[in-house]
Structures are given as C-alpha cells and as structure tokens.
Antibody
Framework: EVQLLESGGGLVQPGGSLRLSCAASGFIFSSYAMSWVRQAPGKGLQWVSGITGSAGSSYYIDSVKGRFTISRDNSKNTLYLQMNSLRAEDTALYYC???????????????WGQGTMVTVSS | EIVLTQSPGTLSLSPGERATLSCRASQRVSSTYLAWYQQKPGQAPRLLIYGASSRATGIPDRFTGSGSGTDFTLTISRLEPEDFAVYYCQQYANSPWTFGQGTKVEIK
C-alpha cells in the first residue's frame, strides 16, 4: 500500500526550530518529486516547498525562504522539512504529498499523509 | 503569484442535485496544470481531477472537470451523501503552486 506518514510536529516558541519527517512506503520513493503543504486551523491549503526525486532542485514559497529547508534521504525513503525562526503564522497542519506523475515538479499531488501539527506560541 | 478565486464560498444542495463549482485564475493557466481536490473534516485532501479534466484513479465519473485559460469548473452531476465536503482548485503551472480558498458543498 502506498503510504506517507508524517512526524515531528509539536509546540514550539516563536524563533524556535522543528524538523518534520515524512516516511514513505509502497512506491519507489526516489522516482517521485515530493512537497510539503500546510493548512492553518480552519483555513485553506498552502503549498510550502517541493523537491525533485534526486534532490537536485528545491522550491519554496517566499514567506519561508531562508527559514525552511526541504531535503530527502532516498536510502531511508524519508522526506524532511527543517523549520527555523518559526513564527506564529507558521502554525498549521503540515502534510507531505507525492507528485502524481513522478519526477515532474509541476504536478498535482496524488498521495497525502495525514499531517503533523505545528503550533508556534509562547 | 497566480491567485485562484473559487465561487461560491458555500453551495447548499440536496443529494441528487447537480453541483457546479468555479475556479478563476488571476492569469492564464495552461489546462495541463489545474487540479481539483476534495477534503472532508479531519482528513487529508484527495485528488479528484488533474490536467483540468482527467479523473484521478478511482474517482467516479459523476465528477467532471472542464475549462481553460482563466476559468475552470468542477461539476458533480448527482450529489451523493459522501460528496458533501470542501473542494479546492490548484494550479501547478507557475511556482509557487497555489490553491483556491475552497468551496464548501453542504447539505441543504
């Protein structure tokens, strides 16, 4: 079964750091670009960052550039999001998502995890 | 950044009725790069439509996507009880990929 399982969320103070992980199973992880998408409580979806299958290229929304770093370890079938200098507005449920067609960064997301909650508050 | 505006914000319909959801882009989006998702409370989004009109695996044929340029539509031909949810459009033509704010389809 194709599956994504996020972990690493929690409560952190403004200015703090967290590292999210997304463990993938049931498919050839290295063949797929992956993304992080977040959803603030009661709000809509916002794409945050994406990375190609080989990790050769990564992409970010402007509001997280310089603070968040996406990476992956294809030997461990795991996607990461290192989040530094966290702000209250980063509070959200963070989903990892798989690109539909493989290593096309410009793609819809066909597989989603259940999300991990990040709360930034003092 | 391409802004997607969905309308209406809420659609109140009865089971068996037809639902028509609109997604308008602030600039032209190639049809290849427009998707629709369904999200139910407490669940992750589910891909319904990609490439503006292609149904994802396992999606029933009562869901139809159409449109081009700046105007796209998701039509649910006859609402089933499980279709009451929030629907989002997404463009993945220009980074950053963006989503509309969502349309909630609720039971009338």
């Amino acid at each position: 079964e194709v599956q994504l399982l996020e972990s690493g969320g929690g409560l952190v103070q403004p200015g703090g750091s967290l590292r999210l992980s997304c463990a993938a199973s049931g498919f050839i992880f290295s063949s797929y670009a992956m993304s992080w998408v977040r959803q603030a409580p009661g709000k809509g979806l916002q794409w945050v960052s994406g990375i190609t299958g080989s990790a050769g290229s990564s992409y970010y929304i402007d509001s997280v550039k310089g603070r968040f770093t996406i990476s992956r370890d294809n030997s461990k079938n795991t996607l990461y999001l290192q989040m530094n200098s966290l702000r209250a507005e980063d509070t959200a449920l963070y989903y990892c998502a798989r690109d539909l067609r493989g290593n096309y960064v410009e793609d819809a997301f066909d597989i989603w995890g259940q999300g991990t909650m990040v709360t930034v508050s003092s | 950044e391409i802004v997607l505006t969905q309308s209406p914000g809420t659609l109140s319909l009865s089971p068996g009725e037809r639902a028509t959801l609109s997604c308008r882009a602030s600039q032209r989006v190639s049809s290849t790069y427009l998707a629709w998702y369904q999200q139910k409370p407490g669940q992750a989004p589910r891909l319904l439509i990609y490439g503006a009109s292609s149904r994802a695996t396992g999606i029933p044929d009562r869901f139809t996507g159409s449109g081009s340029g700046t105007d796209f539509t998701l039509t649910i031909s006859r609402l089933e009880p499980e279709d009451f949810a929030v629907y989002y459009c997404q463009q993945y033509a220009n980074s950053p990929w963006t989503f509309g704010q969502g349309t909630k389809v609720e039971i009338k």
